[in-house]
């Protein structure tokens, strides 16, 4: 017989990372209607009357408002698909997104 030691193989295991997330923010400006605002946040982001209000008044005054952190993807949709939402109806209305600072 052989003197052979045999050891078992350690596996590998790859690591998982989460998805990184990216903030969609809404971007002031002077032409479109506070109404429309929110009615964009209600539906594009299921927000109650008071939440789009709160996020679209905080826009008002700061300029900008974070208004939801999702991973990049559903990031980029949601904020293409609002801003779309208001060029169909003539108004700059403009969301944008960028990653969640770790």
């Given at each position: 017989?052989?003197?052979?030691?045999?050891?078992?193989?350690?596996?590998?295991?790859?690591?998982?990372?989460?998805?990184?997330?990216?903030?969609?923010?809404?971007?002031?400006?002077?032409?479109?209607?506070?109404?429309?605002?929110?009615?964009?946040?209600?539906?594009?982001?299921?927000?109650?009357?008071?939440?789009?209000?709160?996020?679209?008044?905080?826009?008002?005054?700061?300029?900008?408002?974070?208004?939801?952190?999702?991973p990049?993807?559903?990031?980029?949709?949601?904020?293409?698909?609002?801003?779309?939402?208001?060029?169909?109806?003539?108004y700059?209305?403009?969301?944008?997104?960028?990653?969640?600072?770790?």
């Open positions: 017989m052989s003197d052979t030691t045999i050891k078992p193989r350690n596996e590998v295991k790859p690591k998982t990372e989460r998805p990184r997330l990216h903030k969609v923010i809404l971007v002031n400006d002077d032409y479109t209607p506070r109404e429309f605002v929110v009615t964009v946040l209600r539906a594009e982001f299921r927000m109650s009357d008071e939440q789009a209000y709160r996020v679209m008044m905080t826009a008002h005054r700061r300029g900008v408002c974070v208004v939801a952190v999702y990049r993807e559903v990031a980029e949709t949601k904020a293409t698909s609002a801003t779309e939402a208001a060029r169909r109806k003539g700059p209305l403009l969301f944008t997104t960028e990653p969640e600072e770790t």
